[in-house]
């Protein structure tokens, strides 16, 4: 490929690093091996890869430090390429959908990692879209003959996972409410039960998706409410869903068993368990409501310390950038957590990890 010692310096550190952290502790392949097929055929997507690497890297130095700077605008000079020659290609008509939709994937994790939300947001909007009308052949402006399965499973399973992260911060953030071209997709199932780790996972998309938007209409409440309690109607739905939690968690431990003190396995218990508390404290008129989940606390401080410990000394090392599941419960634990010590552990934690995700 192309380009100076100091592009293929990053180019390595995408493909050695930066993918695996981009992929989490659930290993998305699109980022680990979608990516880098593609940064063979399409010079827009090898300069986002470099660019990623670069922001990815700049972000780890302080803001005082030269070197931050100097990696920002060398992925700033590598994204400007990589969007000229992407224009260049729609303009002489040899783009293709799976070009423009990978870059949509870069873009939104180049601007995640600043902690950049709305742009972020726009490119997985964007690419949600072509890719929704790629899986449809509803236009042939982009070369959508060059679909192929695996690939549409690899980005569907990307665009799910972003949504999802989008959703959650949503949650907990005063910004737009936040409506996706997903959204169709999400389907809650009564039947919650399964036998295989793949059938847990995507049940488990949609249900945190659902999490995630009576988070978002309960707490919209609250800011403008308080100090009412919530509506029956809502109570009922923010019960609903811890039943729902508690059936999806009792066949997750029966199925995961041997996997326990497993990234994947820490990362759900954590995830779920600070659903569990946000449900119950925002269904709550006083705050004190969290000094009764102080337990639950310590319980995700201490899977995040044994999930830091797991990540320390595995050959993979990923210090899962993505993972919603761990940086939104700590960055709560942080916030709420009535107990100063346990605060100070969270924010340890989180201050471990170059993470942004608009936190």
């Known amino acids: 490929m192309p380009g100076t010692d100091k592009d293929h310096l990053f180019f390595h550190r995408y493909q050695e690093q930066v993918s695996h952290d981009l992929g989490g502790t659930f290993g998305l392949t699109f980022y680990k091996d979608a990516v880098l097929q593609d940064c063979h055929v399409f010079p827009t997507i090898w300069h986002l890869s470099v660019a990623v690497a670069a922001i990815a890297t700049s972000v780890t130095y302080k803001r005082s430090d030269t070197q931050r700077q100097d990696h920002y605008q060398f992925a700033l000079r590598h994204v400007n390429t990589a969007l000229r020659s992407l224009r260049q290609s729609l303009e002489e008509n040899a783009g293709n959908a799976r070009m423009a939709v990978s870059a949509c994937g870069l873009l939104c994790a180049f601007e995640t990692i ?18 929704d009308r790629w899986r449809t052949g509803a236009d042939t402006a982009l070369g959508y003959s060059l679909v192929s399965t695996t690939f549409d499973f690899e980005l569907w399973e990307m665009f799910r996972r972003l949504e999802l992260n989008f959703s959650l911060y949503a949650a907990h953030n005063p910004i737009d409410d936040v409506v996706f071209a997903g959204d169709k997709d999400v389907t809650i199932f009564e039947n919650l039960h399964f036998t295989t780790a793949a059938q847990g996972r995507w049940l488990s998309y949609g249900l945190l998706y659902t999490i995630s938007k009576f988070q978002r209409k309960a707490g919209l409440f609250k800011r403008s409410h308080w100090p009412e309690p919530l509506p029956i109607l809502l109570r009922q739905e923010g019960e609903d869903l811890l039943r729902k939690i508690e059936i999806y968690l ?3 431990r029966l199925v995961m068993r041997d996997y326990e003190h497993t990234p994947f396995y820490l990362i759900y218990l954590t995830g779920f368990n600070w659903c ?26 201490s899977d ?3 999930l830091q410990e797991v990540e320390r000394i595995s050959v993979n090392a990923t210090t899962s950038l993505m993972d919603v599941e761990l940086s939104l419960p700590l960055f709560c634990t942080g916030a709420r957590c009535r107990d100063a010590k346990l605060r100070r552990d969270a924010i340890s934690i989180l201050q471990t990890y170059p993470r942004r995700q608009s936190l």
């Open 114 to 131: 600043q902690g950049n939300y709305q742009n972020s947001r726009n490119q997985l909007v964007s690419g949600r879209k072509v890719f």
């Open 304 to 306: 995040a310390k044994l």
């Open 276 to 301: 569990r508390i946000s449900i119950n404290t925002v269904m709550a008129t006083e705050e004190c409501m969290h000094d009764q989940y102080l337990d639950t606390y310590q319980q995700i401080i």
């Open 250 to 252: 009792e066949c997750f």
